[in-house]
């Protein structure tokens, strides 16, 4: 059973990210560039550094670099330097780039809403609750 779980949370992934990618097109955003500032947007006020994002999502760092380079050329993150470390650069999201974030996740939000038509609120936050616990796992044991 946990790998059906598991496999079945891989399908569901799969399927949203190929809507995802349809919704955002229209809004000059791609996927890896909206999970990037949606990493940003949980605590946006925190400078990070390009290793420090690359660690948290498990990708290689040319990847992000690639990805970073394109939201501060649309001034989605802002940069600046870091006063730890003089050879690396803090990043930040900009208020142009959590708007971006924002209205990325209303698009999300009305594509599927209807997922969850004849799901009562007590339903959608159980699963939520497990789904938390199944990610809580996963994280503490990288």
């Known amino acids: 059973m946990p790998f059906r779980i598991v496999n079945w949370i891989g399908i ?29 947007s949980h605590r946006p006020a925190e400078g990070k550094t ?3 994002v690359a660690l948290a999502m498990q990708q290689p760092q ?12 649309k001034h989605w993150l802002r940069e600046e330097a870091n006063p730890q470390d003089g050879r690396s650069k803090l990043l930040f999201l900009t208020p142009a780039g959590l708007t971006r974030h924002n209205q990325a996740v209303a698009v999300f939000t009305n594509a599927l ?15 939520f609750a497990q789904l938390d ?6 994280d503490d044991n990288r």
């Open 50 to 52: 390009v290793t420090s």
């Open 133 to 138: 616990r199944l990610k809580r796992w996963l």
């Open 12 to 40: 569901i992934d799969q399927l949203v990210g190929t809507q995802a990618n349809r919704l955002l097109k229209d809004h000059g955003l791609a996927l890896p560039q909206f999970i990037m500032l949606n990493h940003f």
């Open 113 to 127: 809403t209807p997922a969850f038509d004849g799901w009562s609120s007590a339903e959608q936050e159980q699963l």
């Open 62 to 73: 040319p990847g992000i670099t690639k990805t970073i380079q394109k939201l501060l050329a």
